[in-house]
């Protein structure tokens, strides 16, 4: 698996409508094209409450590129500017597919610097739960 992160900032009076839009068409739009949407955040702490995060899980690069082709870009007259880059995995899932019941309203989204030398501490440190 890979993964989109994409980070778009909507124009301060066009969030709700962003929103409705990525809630109607686009998660929809991904799913068809072989994405999985795994979530659609707002309001991170430090970021601007119009800035949306969204992260996609893809089978692989070429299924990425391939639903670039089917996924249209968001309106523009909704978006100030958009980014998206590709994530690769460093560490297993604990769960290949959430529950519903393990599902929050809530979600968190640490952002780490990491040393490349302490990338393996960091892998076994995140998996084993410290």
């Not at 124009?11 to 739009?29: G, H, M, P, T, V």
């Not at 979530?39 to 601007?48: A, E, N, R, V």
């Not at 391939?66 to 899932?93: N, Y």
Request: negative net charge.
């Amino acid at each position: 698996m890979i993964y989109e992160e994409r980070l778009t900032l909507t124009y301060s009076n066009s969030a709700e409508e962003y929103l409705k839009y990525c809630q109607s068409d686009r998660l929809e739009q991904l799913s068809a094209a072989g994405g999985q949407p795994l979530c659609l955040l707002s309001g991170l702490i430090g970021d601007p409450a119009n800035q949306y995060l969204q992260i996609t899980a893809f089978e692989d690069v070429r299924a990425w590129e391939e639903a670039q082709a089917k996924v249209a870009p968001a309106p523009p007259d909704l978006i100030e500017s958009e980014t998206a880059r590709l994530l690769r995995p460093i560490a297993s899932r604990p769960k290949p597919v959430v529950p519903q019941e393990d599902r929050r309203a809530v979600y968190g989204c640490r952002r780490f610097f990491i040393n490349p030398t302490d990338l393996s501490d960091f892998v076994d440190s995140s998996e084993n739960g410290i």
